[in-house]
């Protein structure tokens, strides 16, 4: 039985292009929508899956605004079935802070009879892209981690639970066998996120949400600003709109080139 | 001293990403007065490699080797980088930002207390520090000041390119065969299946590539896009999002995580043109973007353009291409 605790982070959704706002310290929340990264929605899906595998429990948590809690409420809806919400502005939180927050959570539960044994995260947010969260928790709470795979599973060997976790390294597909506790970070491509149900949606609202304050006080990020790249003036020549520009496209083609054979 | 971790690929060879790592150590490097550049290895350092980093202008070659690295480990290849950090008194440690590069600097800036920043494109000072990176997937910069020592930070791939130094380095080899602690071996790597073999050549090399991105909407959206590359004698190059949602192999990839070609003409039909996936096409001589927004930066930064559907307008080229074959 696999108690697992995923984090999520509420992100702009950087598919679509973005505005800053007028002091750079973030992404301008007015001209965007939002989401959980790709990363995170696969490492939710592990999450319920361990949890049903194992019969243990996913717990979702993050580290938001109050607007996070739609996040929180998504992850709900697909199997977790206990939440966490520190409630906080995390643009002003550095990745130090962050693990710390979360360490301490895992602690504090732990403390109160709900210990984790397997924390997943995403393996970089997909707004600050620090890439070190996992890890700087891994060495907060004394665990070993495993980072950026795409499968992970539970299993008991000679009575004690192991995580086996693997993903596409340098040198091949490559496997880790950990016994838990344990940290992971996890990469897209390895599960298929699946959809919330309507049931799953009407069960996910009446989940009560363990809301907390920040533990510490944050160091905060080291950033100074962040600015959109200048756009390069456009000199590109229009060969004209749809299936009518096919002759001038080949045109240039053979102006190329590349057409012969 | 400024140290590089330097990847090897399975030839043994430094990875290019590597030596784009080196020649923006060395460009820091000139900023600070000349402070010599070393290199760590982790395993054997083959004479290829070494005179590869002599070209590079690295002073040492610092190879880990010993039992505690025969397999991948985070924390134990970063309380290697900390054995050398020791040795040769370094204020700087970088590494490329491939997902080793970032894992080992991550574990070493948490055992050291100190900040990392990732994917870093450009330095603005050096007092105090501060450096430019992506953030939000490429499409916004974020500056950042790092006032830790020892500095570190990864380099995003494709952010300078890799040249050799003016003068060559000596590159002498220094050997390390650290004792790694149990506990840093825990999480290591116990089975690696072949890698499957290297499919993405012909699009490196290839004089043009078809580009397909999510506007070919499904899984069956490529046959028209498959037909041009025949047509064209040319590989098929798709967008990260092609990838992830299992719509074509991961080969082939083209972008910051794929592949980075050079043709002298790339083709994206629906692409929209993402810093990830520019910084894998940018090199092309000229670029021929079919898209249904004229505002996508895939049009704006192409040489020239088609404004459409590209399930309208490439079976219209292809029936153009055949029709002047038949002619």
Known sequence: MASVLVCVKRVPDSSSEIVLTDDGQAVDGRFAGFTMSQHEQCAVELAVQTASATGGEATVLTLGDADALEQVRAALAVGCTAATHVVADSQQLGPADVAREIAAVVRDHEAAGRPHDLVLLGHDAADTGDFQVGIRLAYELGRPVVNGVTRVTVEEVDGRPVVTASGDGPDGHETYRVPLPAVVTVLEGGVEPRYPTVPGRMKAKKIPVEERELAAAPAGPARVRWSLPPAAPSDVHVLGKGPEAAPAVVDLLEQLGVLAR | ?327
């Open chain 2, 1 to 327: 001293m400024i140290l590089v971790l330097v990847e090897k690929d399975l030839a043994g060879a430094a990875v290019e990403v590597s030596l784009e790592t080196l020649t923006f150590a060395r460009s820091l490097s000139d900023a600070g007065g000349g402070v010599p550049v070393d290199a760590v290895v982790v395993g054997d350092v083959s004479p290829a490699l070494q005179s590869q980093l002599a070209a590079y202008g690295v002073r040492d070659v610092h190879a880990l080797g010993g039992p505690g690295f025969a397999a991948f480990a985070g924390a134990a290849w970063a309380s290697g980088l900390e054995t050398v950090l020791a040795a040769s008194r370094s204020v700087v440690v970088m590494a490329a930002g491939t997902p080793r590069g970032g894992e080992v600097l991550a574990h070493l800036a948490a055992r050291s207390g100190v900040a990392m920043a990732a994917n870093v494109v450009a330095f603005d000072g050096l007092a105090p520090f501060v450096v430019r990176r992506q953030v939000v997937g490429g499409q916004a910069v974020e500056e950042m000041q790092l006032s830790t020592r020892p500095t570190v930070f990864t380099v995003a791939g494709h952010a300078v390119e890799a040249a050799p130094a003016a003068t060559p380095g000596p590159a002498t080899l220094v050997e390390h065969a650290p004792e790694v602690a149990e506990s840093d071996l825990v999480a290591r790597v116990v089975s690696t299946e072949e890698p499957a073999p290297d499919l993405s050549g012909s699009l490196k090399s290839a004089r043009v590539v078809v580009g397909a991105g999510r506007g070919a909407g499904s899984e069956g959206g490529f046959d028209d896009l498959l037909e041009l590359a025949d047509l064209l004698g040319a590989p098929l190059g798709v967008s990260r999002v092609v990838t992830s949602l299992g719509w074509r192999p991961h080969h082939e990839q083209v972008g910051q995580t794929g592949s980075r070609i050079s043709p002298d003409l790339y083709i994206p039909c629906g692409i929209s043109g993402a810093i990830q996936h520019w910084a894998g096409c940018s090199s092309a001589k000229a670029i021929l973007a079919i898209n249904t927004d004229p505002d996508a930066p895939m049009v704006t930064k192409a040489t020239h353009a088609v404004i459409g559907d590209l399930h309208e307008v490439v079976p219209a080229i292809n029936a153009e291409i055949r029709r002047r074959r038949a002619g």
